[in-house]
């Protein structure tokens, strides 16, 4: 045991932690350092079917339920969290090379989340309408879907698991939920939380694995309602295509390719912290990473001299005071290493970074230097690519109109930011940019619980997680009709 963490982590079907019915396990390894940090069920189809009969079993109890009693449910599993909080960051940072402080962070997110979606249980609104026939009244209510899939990745574990978990079962679904094989442990104490709160057994379960052995069966399955997916395009559309055949619902949240606008009336000193935060936090991976910096030509210099050097002066993990660890896992490593290199060979320059550490604080440990390209080409395969990790690019622009073509030049559309004082110039790129968040003066990342979160091009599908746009993934509206006086209609 090292920490809150077990040596093994198993699957957990109604309520009860099982391995995998194959005996087999794989080894999770700590990005810190490279030891090894638990053994972790490698799940097959068997176990999914397993999950799916828990869940189908479950689920029409659980949907009888009040909104109110799942809403008192979710508040106690959050509660629960709460109480755990320092044991949930810790397993945060120990699997991911995390701070404790971006952990607990993180954490508190995911239990805010919980208390969010708890007080629906109070509201849960629909709507009435009116219709041509007399002495007909017309509402509508969410319905639960069935059985749900939430397929995670490891970039946030916690709030992943948070952001999907709560609305699905408030929503009245059986949840059966694939984490990624990188992050396992934050669902499994999740898992236990949602037991010791008085979750009903079958309600949410977990199956641990690989995606190709315990994510695709999931995927396939007829059996599942929804599959609800949070990771890369590639590994999206592939599922798609799998559940477009028997034609489930399916809400795709995927990558970002981020820019961040730096204009020639910026407050420099803002712009700099918030690039920074949203290139480099999080050893970059995230969907809302600021991956691109467009710089007006007039503040280019002074901009780029500062944020070189703000970058050459970040403390990069392992300890709590660093302002990045590790990336997750040695493969995505690199991958990042090759494209920086690619990029190099291709005749962009690197102003800073551009190689893993090998330092000894950072033996054995995944750390990519933080690094800042320039000379790129904005079709270039670097800057059209999401290499989710702590790597950006600055582009140099002449002025708003070319600041625009460039940040809408990508098959992505999540996030985006500008800095600038003039109103107009905000509003317009507001309207302009093709993303599903704007932000104005701040960084590419940082949306809340109540705040719907997705994007548009090759970014999602439409959907909005968090939010009450959330609960919309998650149920069917129904729309009751009642004809209160048939004789006279
Ligand atoms: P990934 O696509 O490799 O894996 C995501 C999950 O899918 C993992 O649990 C994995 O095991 C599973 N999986 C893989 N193959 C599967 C298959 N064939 N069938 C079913 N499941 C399968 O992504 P990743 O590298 O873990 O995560 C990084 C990506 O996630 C980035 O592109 C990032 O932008 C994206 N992301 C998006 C959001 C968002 O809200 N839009 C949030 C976080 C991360």
Redesign the pocket.
């Known amino acids: 045991m090292t920490g809150p963490v077990p040596r093994e982590i198993p699957n957990w079907i109604n309520n009860t932690p099982v391995p995998a019915e194959s005996g087999e396990w794989f080894e999770k390894l700590r990005p810190a350092d490279g030891q090894p940090l638990c053994q972790v069920a490698r799940s097959g189809a068997a176990d999914v079917a397993g999950a799916i009969v828990a869940a189908a079993a479950a689920q029409p109890a659980w949907a009888a339920k009040t909104a109110v009693e799942r809403g008192d449910l979710i508040r106690a599993i959050a509660l629960g969290m709460l109480e755990r909080k320092e044991e949930i960051a810790e397993i945060v940072a120990q699997e991911t090379g995390k701070s404790r402080s971006e952990a607990r962070g993180e954490t508190q997110a995911a239990i805010e989340m919980g208390f969010f979606v708890a007080g629906e249980g109070r509201r849960n609104y629909g709507k009435t309408t009116t219709a041509t026939m007399p002495h007909r009244t017309v509402m509508t209510q969410r319905m639960p879907l069935g059985i749900a899939a939430l397929?995670?990745?490891?970039?946030?574990p916690i709030a992943?698991v948070a952001?999907k978990a709560f609305p699905s079962m408030f929503c009245g679904n059986g949840s059966i939920m694939?984490?990624?094989?990188?992050t396992p442990v934050t669902a499994w104490i999740f898992a236990e939380i949602c037991q010791q709160a008085g979750l009903p057994a079958g309600v949410f379960n977990v199956i641990q694995?690989?995606?190709?052995e315990?994510?695709?069966p999931?995927?396939a399955s007829p059996q599942v309602d929804l599959v609800s997916?949070?990771?890369?395009?590639?590994?999206?559309a592939?599922?798609q295509k799998?559940a477009g055949e028997r034609l489930a619902k399916v809400c795709m949240?995927?990558?970002?390719k981020n820019a961040l606008v730096v204009c020639d009336d910026a407050d420099l000193a803002n712009a700099e912290r918030w690039a920074l935060a949203s290139a480099f936090s999080n050893a970059g991976?995230?969907?809302?990473?600021a991956s691109r910096v467009i710089v007006f030509d007039g503040v280019y210099e002074s901009f780029r001299e500062r944020l070189v050097s703000a970058t050459r002066a970040l403390k990069i993990g392992p300890g709590d005071d660093a302002f990045l660890g590790p990336v997750?896992n040695e493969r995505?490593l690199a991958a990042m290493v090759a494209a920086v290199d690619r990029a190099a060979a291709a005749g962009a320059t690197i102003a800073v970074g551009g190689e893993r550490l090998r330092g000894p604080e950072h033996a054995g440990g995944y750390y990519m230097a933080p690094t800042i390209l320039e000379n790129v080409h904005p079709d270039a395969e670097i800057a059209q690519q999401?290499l989710?990790g702590p790597i950006t690019i600055l582009f140099r622009v002449r002025d708003f109109d070319e600041a625009v073509t460039v940040a809408n030049n990508s098959s992505y559309g999540?996030t985006a930011s500008i800095h600038t004082h003039n109103l107009h110039r905000a509003m317009e790129f507001a309207n302009r940019v093709e993303t599903g968040v704007v932000v104005v003066n701040g960084g590419t990342h940082g949306s809340e619980p109540h705040m719907g979160?997705?994007?548009v091009k090759n970014?999602?599908t439409g959907w909005r997680?968090a939010g009450l746009e959330a609960l919309d993934v998650y149920s069917d509206w129904k729309y009751i009709n009642l004809i209160h006086n048939p004789m006279n209609t």
């Open positions: 397929i995670i990745a490891s970039n946030t992943n952001w694939k984490p990624s094989e990188d694995g690989l995606g190709s315990a994510g695709s999931l995927v997916f949070t990771g890369s395009c590639g590994t999206g592939s599922i799998v949240e995927l990558g970002g991976q995230r969907c809302a990473a997750i995505q999401e989710f999540l979160f997705g994007g970014s999602g997680e």
